[in-house]
Protein backbone atom coordinates (compact mmCIF):
# COMPACT_ATOMS: atom_id res chain seq x y z
CA UNK A 1 0.00 0.00 0.00
CA UNK A 2 1.23 3.06 -0.86
CA UNK A 3 1.42 6.18 1.82
CA UNK A 4 -0.49 8.48 0.14
CA UNK A 5 -2.98 7.32 -2.71
CA UNK A 6 -4.61 10.05 -5.27
CA UNK A 7 -6.76 8.93 -8.18
CA UNK A 8 -4.31 10.15 -11.22
CA UNK A 9 -7.95 10.72 -13.50
CA UNK A 10 -7.96 12.41 -16.40
CA UNK A 11 -10.45 14.92 -15.06
CA UNK A 12 -12.95 16.67 -17.08
CA UNK A 13 -15.00 19.44 -16.42
CA UNK A 14 -16.41 22.61 -17.89
CA UNK A 15 -15.26 26.24 -17.47
CA UNK A 16 -17.11 27.33 -14.50
CA UNK A 17 -17.45 24.14 -12.61
CA UNK A 18 -16.06 23.53 -8.99
CA UNK A 19 -13.45 20.79 -9.12
CA UNK A 20 -12.86 18.39 -6.26
CA UNK A 21 -9.18 16.72 -5.81
CA UNK A 22 -8.88 14.57 -3.15
CA UNK A 23 -5.33 12.34 -1.54
CA UNK A 24 -6.01 9.33 1.11
CA UNK A 25 -2.78 8.56 3.57
CA UNK A 26 -1.62 5.86 5.44
CA UNK A 27 0.99 8.03 7.92
CA UNK A 28 -0.77 9.48 11.14
CA UNK A 29 2.38 11.05 11.99
CA UNK A 30 1.90 13.82 9.01
CA UNK A 31 1.43 16.94 10.12
CA UNK A 32 2.17 19.35 6.98
CA UNK A 33 -0.08 19.18 3.94
CA UNK A 34 0.51 20.70 0.95
CA UNK A 35 -1.03 20.98 -2.94
CA UNK A 36 1.26 21.34 -6.15
CA UNK A 37 0.24 22.18 -9.57
CA UNK A 38 2.56 20.91 -12.42
CA UNK A 39 2.29 22.40 -15.90
CA UNK A 40 3.23 20.34 -18.56
CA UNK A 41 7.04 20.68 -18.96
CA UNK A 42 7.60 22.42 -15.84
CA UNK A 43 8.04 22.23 -12.32
CA UNK A 44 5.48 21.49 -9.22
CA UNK A 45 4.50 25.08 -8.11
CA UNK A 46 3.10 25.39 -4.68
CA UNK A 47 -0.41 26.80 -4.21
CA UNK A 48 -1.91 25.32 -0.72
CA UNK A 49 0.26 24.77 2.57
CA UNK A 50 -1.43 23.77 5.66
CA UNK A 51 -0.77 22.56 9.17
CA UNK A 52 -2.64 19.78 11.03
CA UNK A 53 -5.93 19.54 10.36
CA UNK A 54 -9.02 22.63 8.94
CA UNK A 55 -9.37 24.29 6.08
CA UNK A 56 -7.77 26.89 4.57
CA UNK A 57 -8.60 29.34 1.91
CA UNK A 58 -6.76 31.70 -1.11
CA UNK A 59 -8.59 32.83 -3.45
CA UNK A 60 -10.49 30.36 -5.84
CA UNK A 61 -8.84 27.84 -3.93
CA UNK A 62 -9.54 26.04 -0.46
CA UNK A 63 -7.53 22.83 1.36
CA UNK A 64 -9.26 20.70 3.62
CA UNK A 65 -7.37 18.49 5.60
CA UNK A 66 -9.52 15.75 7.80
CA UNK A 67 -6.83 13.83 9.74
CA UNK A 68 -9.18 11.59 11.76
CA UNK A 69 -10.04 10.38 8.20
CA UNK A 70 -6.51 11.20 6.87
CA UNK A 71 -8.16 12.60 3.79
CA UNK A 72 -7.22 15.49 2.49
CA UNK A 73 -9.24 17.61 -0.18
CA UNK A 74 -8.60 20.49 -2.52
CA UNK A 75 -11.39 22.41 -4.38
CA UNK A 76 -10.99 25.03 -6.99
CA UNK A 77 -14.07 27.44 -7.52
CA UNK A 78 -15.14 29.00 -11.06
CA UNK A 79 -12.79 26.87 -13.07
CA UNK A 80 -11.03 28.50 -15.68
CA UNK A 81 -9.30 26.43 -18.81
CA UNK A 82 -5.70 27.60 -17.36
CA UNK A 83 -6.41 25.90 -14.35
CA UNK A 84 -5.77 22.95 -16.78
CA UNK A 85 -2.39 20.83 -14.87
CA UNK A 86 -1.94 18.08 -12.80
CA UNK A 87 -2.13 18.52 -9.22
CA UNK A 88 -0.30 17.22 -6.77
CA UNK A 89 -1.24 16.38 -3.21
CA UNK A 90 2.04 16.17 -0.71
CA UNK A 91 2.73 15.85 3.14
CA UNK A 92 5.35 15.43 5.26
CA UNK A 93 6.10 14.87 9.34
CA UNK A 94 7.29 17.37 11.72
CA UNK A 95 11.01 16.57 12.08
CA UNK A 96 11.17 14.71 8.65
CA UNK A 97 13.28 15.30 6.13
CA UNK A 98 11.32 14.20 2.89
CA UNK A 99 7.84 14.81 1.49
CA UNK A 100 5.86 11.81 -0.07
CA UNK A 101 3.64 13.11 -2.82
CA UNK A 102 0.47 11.29 -4.85
CA UNK A 103 0.80 10.46 -8.38
CA UNK A 104 -1.03 13.37 -8.95
CA UNK A 105 -4.66 14.31 -10.92
CA UNK A 106 -4.25 15.66 -14.01
CA UNK A 107 -7.59 18.03 -14.33
CA UNK A 108 -8.87 19.68 -18.14
CA UNK A 109 -11.14 22.24 -17.98
CA UNK A 110 -13.14 22.84 -20.80
CA UNK A 111 -14.01 26.72 -22.25
CA UNK B 1 14.32 37.48 -6.32
CA UNK B 2 15.56 34.45 -8.33
CA UNK B 3 13.92 31.01 -7.75
CA UNK B 4 15.49 27.64 -8.36
CA UNK B 5 17.37 27.09 -11.12
CA UNK B 6 18.51 24.02 -12.90
CA UNK B 7 20.92 23.12 -16.12
CA UNK B 8 20.84 21.52 -18.27
CA UNK B 9 16.98 21.37 -19.33
CA UNK B 10 17.15 18.98 -21.62
CA UNK B 11 19.77 15.93 -21.38
CA UNK B 12 20.41 12.36 -23.73
CA UNK B 13 22.70 10.01 -22.53
CA UNK B 14 23.90 6.01 -23.38
CA UNK B 15 23.14 3.23 -20.53
CA UNK B 16 26.55 2.63 -18.85
CA UNK B 17 27.43 6.32 -18.97
CA UNK B 18 27.34 8.98 -16.24
CA UNK B 19 25.45 12.14 -15.77
CA UNK B 20 25.68 15.32 -13.75
CA UNK B 21 23.02 17.80 -12.71
CA UNK B 22 23.08 21.26 -11.50
CA UNK B 23 20.96 23.24 -8.94
CA UNK B 24 21.13 26.62 -7.46
CA UNK B 25 18.79 27.49 -4.53
CA UNK B 26 16.24 30.12 -4.52
CA UNK B 27 17.33 32.66 -2.77
CA UNK B 28 17.56 32.90 1.02
CA UNK B 29 17.26 28.87 1.06
CA UNK B 30 19.76 26.82 2.35
CA UNK B 31 18.29 22.97 1.93
CA UNK B 32 18.46 21.46 -1.15
CA UNK B 33 16.36 18.29 -1.86
CA UNK B 34 16.47 16.07 -5.44
CA UNK B 35 13.65 14.51 -6.84
CA UNK B 36 12.78 12.27 -9.85
CA UNK B 37 9.54 12.19 -11.32
CA UNK B 38 9.24 9.46 -13.71
CA UNK B 39 5.98 9.65 -16.41
CA UNK B 40 2.69 10.29 -15.09
CA UNK B 41 4.03 9.67 -11.53
CA UNK B 42 4.17 12.07 -8.58
CA UNK B 43 7.81 12.72 -7.29
CA UNK B 44 10.22 10.34 -5.71
CA UNK B 45 12.57 11.55 -2.85
CA UNK B 46 16.28 10.94 -3.60
CA UNK B 47 18.36 13.09 -0.92
CA UNK B 48 18.37 16.33 0.51
CA UNK B 49 21.23 18.17 1.59
CA UNK B 50 21.83 21.08 4.56
CA UNK B 51 24.92 22.07 5.14
CA UNK B 52 26.82 20.43 2.92
CA UNK B 53 26.06 16.93 4.23
CA UNK B 54 23.47 14.69 3.37
CA UNK B 55 21.05 14.29 5.42
CA UNK B 56 18.53 11.76 4.47
CA UNK B 57 18.44 9.35 1.65
CA UNK B 58 15.25 8.06 -0.60
CA UNK B 59 15.31 3.92 -1.83
CA UNK B 60 17.63 4.97 -4.55
CA UNK B 61 20.76 2.75 -5.15
CA UNK B 62 24.30 4.11 -4.45
CA UNK B 63 24.81 5.19 -7.77
CA UNK B 64 22.82 8.02 -7.26
CA UNK B 65 25.13 10.73 -5.03
CA UNK B 66 25.12 14.05 -4.76
CA UNK B 67 27.03 17.23 -3.57
CA UNK B 68 26.33 20.57 -2.12
CA UNK B 69 28.55 23.71 -2.17
CA UNK B 70 29.33 26.01 0.41
CA UNK B 71 27.16 28.15 -1.35
CA UNK B 72 24.53 26.19 -0.46
CA UNK B 73 24.47 24.88 -5.20
CA UNK B 74 23.96 21.41 -5.24
CA UNK B 75 24.75 18.79 -7.77
CA UNK B 76 22.86 15.26 -8.54
CA UNK B 77 25.14 12.52 -9.88
CA UNK B 78 24.14 8.95 -11.57
CA UNK B 79 26.45 6.57 -12.49
CA UNK B 80 26.00 3.80 -14.98
CA UNK B 81 22.67 5.25 -16.30
CA UNK B 82 20.05 2.54 -16.93
CA UNK B 83 17.07 2.85 -19.09
CA UNK B 84 14.93 3.19 -16.12
CA UNK B 85 16.64 6.10 -15.11
CA UNK B 86 14.99 8.10 -17.38
CA UNK B 87 12.58 10.53 -15.86
CA UNK B 88 12.19 13.95 -15.25
CA UNK B 89 15.05 15.07 -11.94
CA UNK B 90 13.46 17.94 -9.41
CA UNK B 91 15.70 20.04 -7.52
CA UNK B 92 13.60 21.84 -4.63
CA UNK B 93 15.35 24.18 -1.90
CA UNK B 94 13.59 24.67 1.56
CA UNK B 95 14.69 27.87 3.87
CA UNK B 96 15.61 25.68 6.69
CA UNK B 97 15.29 21.49 6.96
CA UNK B 98 12.80 19.43 8.73
CA UNK B 99 9.72 21.12 10.47
CA UNK B 100 7.74 21.08 7.46
CA UNK B 101 9.25 23.74 5.32
CA UNK B 102 7.12 23.62 1.72
CA UNK B 103 9.46 22.66 -1.27
CA UNK B 104 10.31 25.21 -4.15
CA UNK B 105 10.89 23.40 -7.21
CA UNK B 106 12.69 24.05 -9.90
CA UNK B 107 11.97 23.15 -14.00
CA UNK B 108 13.40 20.25 -13.65
CA UNK B 109 16.01 18.58 -16.26
CA UNK B 110 14.77 15.78 -18.17
CA UNK B 111 17.29 12.86 -18.46
CA UNK B 112 16.37 9.90 -21.58
CA UNK B 113 18.77 7.44 -21.35
CA UNK B 114 19.25 5.21 -24.86
Known amino acids: QKEVEQDPGPLSVPEGAIVSLNCTYSNSAFQYFMWYRQYSRKGPELLMYTYSSGNKEDGRFTAQVDKSSKYISLFIRDSQPSDSATYLCAMSRTGGFKTIFGAGTRLFVKA | DAGVTQSPTHLIKTRGQQVTLRCSPKSGHDTVSWYQQALGQGPQFIFQ???????QRGNFPDRFSGHQFPNYSSELNVNALLLGDSALYLC?????????????FGNGTRLTVT
Open chain 2, 49 to 55: YYEEEER
Open chain 2, 92 to 104: ASTEKTGEGSPLH
